[in-house]
Structure formats: C-alpha cells, structure tokens
C-alpha cells in the first residue's frame, strides 16, 4: 500500500518522498537579428488622432454617448433621467453584480 502525501503531512513536515533534482533552466533565446536597411514608415495616423478627426467631423459622438446614460450635473450631484434610473433598476435586477 502507498502512502499520498496529503496536506497534514506537509505542515507536519513528515513528508517521506523529497523532490528529485530540478531541472535545468532553458536558454535565453536569441536576439534578432538587426536589418540592414531602415523599414519606411507606413505614413498611418495613430488610432487617436483617427478618432480625435472623426470626433471633429461628427462621424463619432463623445464616449458617453456610446453608454447611453442620461444625466446632467446639477448642485446635488448627477441627476438622471427617469428612462436612465428605470433602465439601470430592469438591468440589476436581470444582471445582478453581487
């Protein structure tokens, strides 16, 4: 009959099997190799300054508008439209986060 390890063993240090020898670290990989000849720029717009131009020509609306919250701010804080409270109650109550 073979004797598991179990968990009781290992806080007792009365484990009887010791772990073999480690085994040995793999090797660093290889740098890559540099090319001779520069690479050309692609003349591509970073997604910002896409996104900042489609902002200004109207093709995107702002972040918020995207979250369809209704709310504007006032000296009590953020107030919200009726449809945006009755909307957030209907998705808690089908989507409940804890």
Do not use: I
Request: net charge neutral; charged share 20%; proline share 10%.
């Amino acid at each position: 009959m073979t004797h598991v390890s179990t968990l009781k063993d290992f806080v007792h240090h009365e484990l009887n099997a010791m772990p073999g020898p480690a085994p040995k670290a793999p090797a660093p990989p290889a740098a890559p190799e540099r090319s001779r000849a520069p690479a050309a720029a692609s003349g591509a717009a970073s997604p910002g300054a896409k996104a900042a131009k489609a902002v200004a020509e109207g093709a995107l609306k702002g972040a918020l508008y995207y979250t369809q919250v209704e709310a504007h701010a006032c000296r009590e804080g953020w107030v919200e439209s009726d449809e945006t409270v009755k909307s957030k109650l209907c998705s808690k109550e089908e989507f409940p986060q804890g």
